[in-house]
């Protein structure tokens, strides 16, 4: 069985760090590309940043310079360095195999503070 448990979100001020972690299970983690997405109230989920199998990243233009994803592939995690926090980045954040029908996780709440 699939399953993704997110972690490591908070309430943080404007400018602030956070660091996200997401726990992967039921999978071959290593042979897979990972992803965060974000869901703000109100708004449809948006795919943040994914990582490749071999560690190329990709960003969304609204998160580059900001948002550092990375995996370690013998722990099953995939993590989201977050800095220079904007209260627009407030959102549930959940991680994912992209591309997939996968089922979601629980994800963590992410508040920015202005």
């Known amino acids: 069985q699939v399953q993704f448990v997110e972690s490591g979100g908070g309430l943080v001020q404007a400018g602030g760090s956070l660091r996200l972690s997401c726990a992967a299970s039921?999978?071959?983690?290593?042979?897979?590309?990972m992803a965060w997405f974000r869901q703000a109230p109100g708004k449809q989920r948006e795919l943040v940043a994914f990582?490749?199998?071999?560690?190329?990243?990709n960003y969304a233009d609204f998160v580059k310079g900001r948002f550092t994803i990375s995996r370690d592939n013998a722990e099953n995690r995939v993590y989201l360095h977050m800095n220079s926090l904007e209260p627009e980045d407030t959102a549930v954040y959940y991680c994912?195999?992209?591309?997939?029908?996968?089922?979601w996780g629980q994800g963590t709440q992410v508040t920015v503070s202005s």
């Open positions: 990582i490749r199998s071999a560690g190329r990243t």
């Open positions: 039921g999978i071959i983690f290593s042979i897979n590309a």
């Open positions: 994912n195999i992209p591309f997939t029908t996968y089922p």
